[in-house]
């Protein structure tokens, strides 16, 4: 078995992933969630992995639910895309890093988006930055991956069903093996 994809199957069941950090779904649903949808895209391999982990650093750092509850800005988007940057390619590493400010940058640009954020996500935004400045819209779209984590950051908020069914992690493997480096 690959080395990455026994890590990740060690990380998805550590205790933080069966937790809900505020949502329906427990984190390790989310992120199945998200892969599935990103999949049923027909998004590039590259972008369904960077779904699936889009939220590994909630389950590397050390409770984040405390953090969550206390109002503290764990950066959980720059915690997992050093993770990932490690072992995967920029292209799954950088939507990775960008999911949040694609948030803040979905806020900023589309009036409708706000409405449709979870409870949680808005209570985070705010914690996260708020919307972006015209600057800071300007320097996000210039970054590499940004129109990457902007497709994460829409099927992120839609992967957030209660008892939605999901591919197992197992079925992501084959993903996995062929883009983690060596
Ligand atoms: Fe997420």
Redesign the pocket.
């Known amino acids: 078995m690959n080395k990455v994809y026994k890590e990740i199957e060690a990380i998805f069941t550590t205790g933080i992933a069966e937790e809900y950090l505020g949502e329906d779904v427990k984190l390790v649903e989310?992120?199945l969630q998200?892969g599935d949808l990103a999949k049923e895209a027909g998004a590039p391999d590259y972008l369904v992995v960077a779904a699936l982990l889009?939220?590994i650093g909630h389950l590397l750092v050390e409770d984040a639910h405390a953090a969550q509850d206390a109002g503290i800005d764990m950066h959980h988007d720059a915690v997992g895309a050093r993770w990932i940057e490690e072992r995967f390619p920029a292209t799954v590493s950088e939507p990775v890093r960008l999911?949040v400010a694609a948030k803040r940058y979905l806020v900023t640009t589309n009036h409708d988006y706000l409405s449709k954020l979870s409870h949680a996500s808005v209570q985070t935004l705010y914690m996260q930055g708020g919307p972006l400045s015209q600057e800071e819209v300007i320097d996000f779209i210039s970054r590499e991956g940004a129109e990457d984590a902007v497709r994460v950051r829409l099927w992120?908020d839609l992967?957030k069903v209660r008892d939605k069914s999901t591919s197992s992690l197992k079925e992501f493997e084959p993903l996995i093996t062929a883009l983690a480096r060596p």
Request: aromatic share 0%; net charge negative.
């Open positions: 989310h992120m998200c889009h939220d999911h992120d992967a």
